[in-house]
DNA sequence: CTGAAAGCGCTAACAG
DNA sequence: CTGTTAGCGCTTTCAG
């Protein structure tokens, strides 16, 4: 038996089998202009019971208009970026756009790889996290004619519109509130910062606000891979066996932090008595652990959410809107284990 | 000031810019047939001086090819399906496909819409979670003429190929686990079923698992939405007011799992001895809690590595290539909230 | 309200 | 090795 690969389903097809030209039945098929009750009926069931799919590529292409837009993010492995995620895609969810996902896995020759990849599908609009990019990134951004939303941090300058947080300023605000509790001999535990731009400046911050009231970190340790909670406690550990006398640690993110929390309550040490804790996050996890940990909520899904409204306005009025730059403020929880923490 | 919307260079621009015919500038940037190495060195330098990025909308039409494998998963917000992704994307690396990733939240209707929507961009291949689909879905998935890799699951019959592990098996084979031990008063937390069908039919295999040896569950509760920690916390305390005989606790997850087990310690109860515990999933974070957690792998990266691997195979060799039904083996940890575990 | 013609930007299939 | 000619399946545009 010989099998023909079966060509799929054309607009003609359905044309053929209602009897009404293939105009007709796109019209119908986007609810586009103006068709009769009658005819619109006869189509719609033809296209039922053939089971015909219409083919975006061919309309895309005859429209010049690509429902898509791309969103390119560092890594899926991170759960910050799933929620920036799901951010877009709840924005987006009653739009015709649709977002496709590029992972770039900090690299920025990856980077511009995907960048090149999304657009060659000349979607509606980009969303990228980070402002740092190569000049080659920069340069594709800037000529594609499309609006371009640079996510998650407002520290720089970007090539279009940009929605995020300050994670400088995010992590002044935390140098001054362990700094309000007195506390004074700081460690700061995070990821390999080379490839984290986001983390680099939260640790910037953090240095300069502390600096300012003459205070210095007195200890500082990176890892990279691995799992994050067991991270926290092995490095926690090993940086109060190096300086016992640390009397808070500041973790580059909630995981991290979690790990050295449940580790400092395994040896039956006070917190946030005699070490007081923060991490960087919000994430959902914290609720469940023994102690709440500080954070600072980075406002991930809202970040994302606001990003896809900039795209969908740009795309309803694509000469107006003026480059648009949002930053939100990061909700700082204080939650147990930063002493007698006060507004 | 009049600025008229910057059409993207085409082909065209580049052919005239380096004086060679559209179709060899074609073909250089496809790498596709005999290029003299002047003129395709004459057309590179061309097409990055204009920074040219190909149309594949418009390619994709004309050369009837896609390079697109669509990802239909439930949700992105339970680090199970970014590791599934991230295994497609690994196996995909070098390749000239690219997924793209629909979300249905664990809802069939949505599922329907995602899954037309991608077939409308005419993906050379589907891999999509679970063996449960609508008829309707069903329907698409067979006549869309492309090869569709079900994932996850192998209890059921799925309508193509099909990668993943028996949940019903890992059920039963933790009721032995757990039989062998000596625990007889088994209690169940899970997320509410009838939107997962992967969780069902473990607890499923679990409940057949116990029956016969003649044991039966004697508390079960269900949760959804929420940090799952917590939740774990909560309900387990719930469970044990409510049935303090219980000498086991089996978690659909490794995360209310992992809350359950900080809250038992914290409590002070003996884990194993009093109580003993298993998860499910043998997601990385458990390598930080106090007790490692037995619990189960289910082999996330894999099967998304050799869903991707079956759907390049197919477009290699579309005609041959048997419907492959690949079932892998979740590999058991016992962790240290098993009492003395033996192989 | 419906249809016919033209063409989106690229590539398959031939010819040189 | 290079160029020419026809479309891919749809939508835009313009006529009825």
């Known amino acids: 038996m010989t099998r023909t690969?079966?060509?799929?389903?054309?607009?003609?097809?359905?044309?053929?089998?209602?009897?009404?030209?293939?105009?007709?039945?796109?019209?119908?098929?986007?609810?586009?202009?103006?068709?009769?009750?009658?005819?619109?009926?006869?189509?719609?069931?033809?296209?039922k019971t053939?089971?015909?799919?219409?083919?975006?590529?061919a309309g895309s292409l005859a429209s010049q208009q690509v429902n898509l837009v791309a969103v390119i993010i560092p890594s899926l492995s991170n759960m910050v970026f799933p929620e920036v995620l799901s951010g877009i895609n709840a924005a987006l969810?009653?739009?015709?756009?649709?977002?496709?996902?590029?992972?770039?896995?900090?690299?920025?020759?990856?980077?511009?790889?995907?960048?090149?990849?999304?657009l060659s599908w000349r979607p509606s609009g980009v969303i990228i996290a980070g402002l740092e990019h190569s000049d080659t990134s920069r340069a594709m951004l800037r000529s594609a004619g499309i609006p371009v939303v640079e996510i998650m941090d407002v520290d720089g300058t970007p090539v279009d519109a940009m929605v995020g947080i300050s994670h400088r300023r995010a992590g002044m605000d935390m140098a001054k509130a362990i700094l309000k509790e007195g506390y004074r001999n700081i460690g700061f535990m995070g990821t390999k910062m080379p490839l984290d731009h986001r983390a680099?400046?939260?640790?910037?911050?953090?240095?300069?606000?502390?600096?300012?009231?003459g205070v210095e970190i007195q200890e500082r340790a990176f890892y990279s891979g691995g799992s994050a909670l067991a991270k926290g406690r092995e490095m926690t550990q090993a940086m109060l066996e190096r300086n016992p006398d640390l009397d808070f640690l500041y973790y580059s993110n909630d995981m991290i932090g979690a790990g050295g929390l449940l580790w400092l309550l395994e040896q039956g040490i006070d917190v946030p008595g005699q070490i007081g804790l923060a991490g960087f996050n919000g994430v959902e996890l914290?609720?469940?652990l023994p102690?709440?940990?500080a954070t600072m909520d980075a406002c991930r899904a809202e970040i994302g959410a606001a990003a896809a409204r900039i795209i969908l306005e740009r795309k309803d009025n694509p000469a107006g809107a003026e480059k648009q730059h949002i930053?939100?403020?990061?909700?700082?929880?204080?939650?147990?284990?930063?002493?007698?923490y006060r507004r």
């Open 50 to 57: 053939l089971g015909y799919v219409p083919n975006q590529i």
């Open 291 to 293: 102690k709440q940990l």
């Open 200 to 213: 680099r400046k939260r640790f910037e911050g953090l240095t300069e606000g502390l600096a300012k009231a």
């Open 327 to 340: 930053t939100l403020e990061p909700k700082f929880s204080p939650g147990e284990t930063l002493r007698r």
């Open 286 to 288: 914290l609720q469940g």
């Open 93 to 118: 969810e009653d739009t015709p756009l649709q977002p496709v996902v590029g992972v770039t896995d900090y690299l920025p020759e990856k980077e511009e790889r995907v960048l090149y990849e999304m």
């Open 5 to 47: 690969k079966p060509r799929p389903l054309t607009l003609r097809d359905v044309s053929q089998a209602c009897g009404v030209s293939e105009m007709t039945v796109s019209r119908v098929l986007r609810n586009s202009g103006d068709v009769s009750d009658n005819t619109r009926k006869r189509v719609l069931e033809a296209a």
